[in-house]
C-alpha cells in the first residue's frame, strides 16, 4: 500500500510539472519532434511522436508521458539504492526528484530528457554488472539499448565510455564490443550523410558557440553543471566519480561538458544529472549528513523555481493561428521576418516564408517585421491582436 501511494504522489507530481509545462505554448524545438521535422535528431522518436498527430490532444499527451516517465525513473535510482540504508535511500530518491533538471524538463517535449533516462539506464546496468547482478548474455540487451538511443537523438554518444565500461565488464570478446558500438554509430552516420537537413544541423552545431567570448561559454557550461543537480547532487556527484575513480562515468561527464562547450544548449543541462546520480551510487560516503544535504538540495530547487517567471499567456504564434483559423478564406499564410516551427504547429493552412510573388496564393501575412505596402495587394489589416497581420478580402 506504502508503495502504491508512492507512486500515486510521484504521478500527480509528474502531472504538475506537465501542466507547468504547458502554461506556455509550443516551443520550436518541441514544434520539430510534434510535426516530425527531419532535423536535427535522428527519426526513432520523432515517428514515434508523429503517429499520435491526429489526436487533437497531441501536445498534453506527450507532456504527462514524458513527465511521468523522467519522474518515475526514480524507481530505477531507487532499485541501485537497494541496499543502502533507509536514511540514504530516501536521500538519494529524493536528490533525483528535486533535481532543477528534472523539475524543469519533464513534460518537455525534447529529446534531452529522454536521452538523459538512456543514460540513467546505462548507469543502472554498469552499476549491476559491477555488483555482480547480471552476465555477458545480457550484452544483447544493451546493444539493443545502445541503438536505439543513438537513433533517439546523437548527444546519446555521450555515454559511450559507460557502454564500454559495461561490455569490457562482461568479458565481451573485443571484436564484440567493436561490432555493438561502432555498427550503430556507422548507421547512424550513414543516415546523417543521407538526409541534407541533418548533415546541416549537425555541422552548424559544432559552431554555434565561435561568437560568444570563451570565458561565457565555461560560466554557462558549469551554470548547467549546478543546475542539473541543483548545487548539491552537481557537488556530491562529482566528488563521487572522482573519489570512486569510476573511469566510465568521468569519461562521459568529461564528453558532455565538452559538448556544451562547443554547442551550448540550456537544455542539455540534463545530460549530466544521471551522471551526478552514479558518483554518488558509486562513492555514497558523500550522503554522510545525509537529511542536511537533502534538504538544502530542496531549498535550493525551490529557490531557482521562485526566480523562474511564469507565463499564463499563450504565445504570438498561438493566439495569432487562432485568429487566423477562423478566417473564411483559403490559402497559405505568410510570415515576413524569422520564424519558428512553432508557427506551423499552431496553423490549420501551410506557413511559408513571405515573398511578394506569394501573396496570390495568401489568405494572411503574418508581419514579425514591418510590412510595406500589404494593402494594395486587397489586404485589411486587423486589430487587438498584438502582432501586424493582414487578411484577404473576402472573395478577392
Known amino acids: 500500500m506504502q508503495r502504491i501511494l508512492t507512486i500515486i ?22 514544434a520539430k519532434y510534434l510535426l516530425d521535422i527531419p532535423y536535427p535528431h535522428p527519426p526513432l522518436v520523432r515517428f514515434i511522436i508523429d503517429l499520435t498527430e491526429p489526436l487533437g490532444y497531441q501536445e498534453m499527451l506527450w507532456r504527462l508521458l514524458l ?39 519533464s513534460g518537455s517535449i525534447m529529446m534531452a530528457p529522454i536521452t538523459a533516462i538512456q543514460g540513467l539506464l546505462f548507469v543502472w546496468t554498469l552499476y549491476e554488472v559491477e555488483n555482480g547482478k547480471w552476465k555477458v ?30 561490455f569490457l565488464r562482461l568479458k565481451v570478446p573485443f571484436t564484440k564490443i567493436v561490432l555493438a558500438i561502432g555498427l550503430p554509430i556507422l548507421l547512424v552516420a550513414l543516415y546523417i550523410t543521407t538526409n541534407p537537413l541533418a548533415l546541416a544541423s549537425f555541422i552548424s552545431a559544432g559552431g554555434q558557440n565561435t ?14 553543471w549546478l543546475w542539473a543537480g541543483s548545487g548539491v547532487l552537481s557537488i556530491i556527484g562529482l566528488i563521487g566519480m572522482i573519489r570512486s575513480k569510476n573511469n566510465a562515468l568521468l569519461g562521459s561527464f568529461v564528453l558532455v561538458f565538452l559538448f556544451l562547450l562547443v554547442s551550448y544548449r ?30 538544502l538540495h530542496i531549498v535550493i530547487s525551490v529557490w531557482i523555481f521562485a526566480q523562474t517567471t ?46 511578394p510573388t506569394l501573396l496570390s496564393q495568401a489568405k494572411a501575412v503574418v508581419c514579425l517585421e514591418r510590412c510595406i505596402g500589404i494593402q494594395k495587394y486587397n489586404f ?11 487578411v484577404r478580402k473576402n472573395g478577392d
Open 211 to 224: 561568437h560568444v567570448p570563451f570565458l561565457d561559454v565555461i560560466q554557462s557550461v558549469l551554470g548547467s
Open 67 to 105: 513527465a511521468t516517465v523522467l519522474v518515475q525513473s526514480v524507481w530505477i535510482v531507487l532499485h541501485m539504492a537497494r541496499t543502502f540504508s533507509r536514511e540514504y535511500f530516501l536521500t538519494i530518491g529524493g536528490l533525483w526528484i528535486f533535481s532543477a533538471a528534472i523539475i524543469f524538463q
Open 266 to 295: 540550456s537544455y542539455y543541462a540534463i545530460l549530466f544529472t544521471p551522471l551526478l546520480v552514479g558518483g554518488v551510487l558509486f562513492y555514497p560516503a558523500v550522503l554522510k549528513r545525509s537529511a542536511t544535504l537533502l534538504a
Open 310 to 355: 511564469l507565463s499564463f499567456s499563450p504565445s504570438v504564434a498561438r493566439m495569432v493561428m487562432q485568429r487566423l483559423s477562423d478566417v473564411p478564406v483559403q490559402g497559405v499564410v505568410l510570415v515576413h521576418g524569422s520564424f519558428g516551427h512553432e508557427w506551423q504547429y499552431e496553423s490549420t493552412s501551410p506557413v511559408m516564408r513571405y515573398a
Open 9 to 30: 504522489g510521484l504521478q500527480a507530481y509528474a502531472v504538475l510539472l506537465a501542466l507547468y509545462q504547458g502554461l506556455g505554448s509550443v516551443r520550436t524545438d518541441e
Open 137 to 166: 548474455e545480457s550484452a544483447v540487451w544493451i546493444a539493443f539499448l545502445w541503438l536505439i538511443s543513438l537513433f533517439t537523438a546523437y548527444q546519446a554518444l555521450l555515454y559511450a565510455p559507460i557502454v564500454l565500461a559495461i
Open 380 to 390: 485589411f489589416q486587423i486589430g487587438n491582436i498584438g502582432q501586424e497581420v493582414w
